[in-house]
Structures are given as structure tokens and as C-alpha cells.
T-cell receptor, first 114, second 113 residues
Framework: GQQLNQSPQSMFIQEGEDVSMNCTSS?????WLWYKQDPGEGPVLLIA?????ELTSNGRLTAQFGITRKDSFLNISASIPSDVGIYFC??????????????FGKGTKLSVKP | GAVVSQHPSWVICKSGTSVKIECRSL??????MFWYRQFPKQSLMLMAT?????????EQGVEKDKFLINHASLTLSTLTVTSAHPEDSSFYIC?????????FGQGTRLTVV
């Protein structure tokens, strides 16, 4: 089946540093979604991307839908302690209907040192 | 965004009993909801797709008789873990589709003792 490769698996950074993580796939996706999950909570949607080449920002977060439609990256600028958590990418082949379920990457665990 | 509420947030039950988890979309209607299971430090594993008014579609390896899913209305899906055993202990998360995006509940921590 389809798989998403998300990297890095974990990151330990200093507060104020920028962060970059990415996902690649062997399949073409129509939608890329980026989520953040805090411990003991459900994932929260950060950014949704719908078109190849699309670059979208949400505050200090920026994500891009790769031109090949097989990859996406998420950047976090000037990290702060509350950025700590697990970030998941998710790809979707069919944007609508019951068959359009998400395929998740394995997550990037971000730790920020004050 | 959109709000998806999952209840309970945690439950402890005895081995052999059944547990029901509810997933509600509070401010939108969801014809499709999804149920995931997450082991510690791992990604989300899709268990089944819940379709309003029809039978759920289960992923390979998920026992449909053990994990009963009911999507009786456009705002409510339930997952019942029947005859729970300690190996069923896990974090269960639902999500609901709103157009092209999926929004997640808070998750339910199930502990079977």
C-alpha cells in the first residue's frame, strides 16, 4: 500500500532556531495536510495544501506542496517551547468521498530547549 | 476549523467487559468518520472508516466483531470495544471529514485491567 516517509524522526533544537521537516511518497497525492499532536491529545490541523507548488503560511509555520505532488515540507521559524510535540504529515489521494482517507507519516518529534 | 468531540477522554475497564467511545462533530455534519489506534510513540493506525447509514469499512487485520462501529447520524459515530483484553489498551482517536480536511477528536485512553 501507499507509504509516507517522514523525516527526521526526531529533532532537538534550541529555542529560536528554525525547523524543517518533510514527507515523501511513492504515490501522487491531491492533498497534503500537516498536523501537530500534543501528548495525550488528538492531532490538530496546522496547514492544508491542495495544489502542486502551493506555499501556505500559518503564523510561523510554512508548508509547501511539492511540484511533483509526491512530497511536502513544513518549516517552523523562530521556534518556541510550545512548539514541542509530534508533527505528522498526511496525504490524501481522493479529496472527497469515503475512499479519501488519509495516509499518515510516522511523525517528527520536536523537542525545544529553552 | 471545526470541532470534533470524543468521549470519554479516558476509561479503565475490567477484562471481558465492553467499552463504548463516542465521536461527535459539533459544528458540522460528517458523512464519513475514521477511527484510529495509536501505540506509544507511534503514528496513527487507521482501524476503520465509518459511513453514515451504512456498514463500516475495516482495515485489514482489524476484527470487525471486536471493534463494533455505528454511524447512526451525521454527527455521531461510536466505537465499541467488545470483550476487552489488556492488549486492547491503547489510545483511540476519531476524525471526521469536513469537505477536504479531517479534524480529530481529543482521543480516548483505554486501559484494560
Amino acid at each position: 500500500g501507499q507509504q509516507l516517509n517522514q523525516s527526521p524522526q526526531s529533532m532537538f533544537i534550541q529555542e529560536g532556531e528554525d525547523v524543517s521537516m518533510n514527507c515523501t511518497s511513492s504515490s501522487i497525492f491531491n492533498t497534503w495536510l500537516w498536523y501537530k499532536q500534543d501528548p495525550g491529545e488528538g492531532p490538530v490541523l496546522l496547514i492544508a495544501l491542495y495544489k502542486a507548488g502551493e506555499l501556505t503560511s500559518n503564523g510561523r509555520l510554512t508548508a509547501q506542496f511539492g511540484i511533483t505532488r509526491k512530497d511536502s515540507f513544513l518549516n517552523i521559524s523562530a521556534s518556541i517551547p510550545s512548539d514541542v510535540g509530534i508533527y505528522f504529515c498526511a496525504g490524501q489521494i481522493s479529496p472527497g468521498g469515503s475512499q479519501g482517507n488519509l495516509i499518515f507519516g510516522k511523525g517528527t518529534k520536536l523537542s525545544v530547549k529553552p | 476549523g471545526a470541532v470534533v468531540s470524543q468521549h470519554p477522554s479516558w476509561v479503565i475497564c475490567k477484562s471481558g467487559t465492553s467499552v463504548k467511545i463516542e465521536c461527535r462533530s459539533l459544528d458540522f455534519q460528517a458523512t464519513t468518520m475514521f477511527w484510529y489506534r495509536q501505540f506509544p510513540k507511534q503514528s496513527l493506525m487507521l482501524m476503520a472508516t465509518s459511513n453514515e447509514g451504512s456498514k463500516a469499512t475495516y482495515e485489514q487485520g482489524v476484527e470487525k466483531d471486536k471493534f463494533l462501529i455505528n454511524h447512526a447520524s451525521l454527527t455521531l459515530s461510536t466505537l465499541t470495544v467488545t470483550s476487552a483484553h489488556p492488549e486492547d489498551s491503547s489510545f483511540y482517536i476519531c476524525s471526521a471529514r469536513k469537505v477536504t480536511e479531517a479534524f480529530f477528536g481529543q482521543g480516548t485512553r483505554l486501559t484494560v485491567v
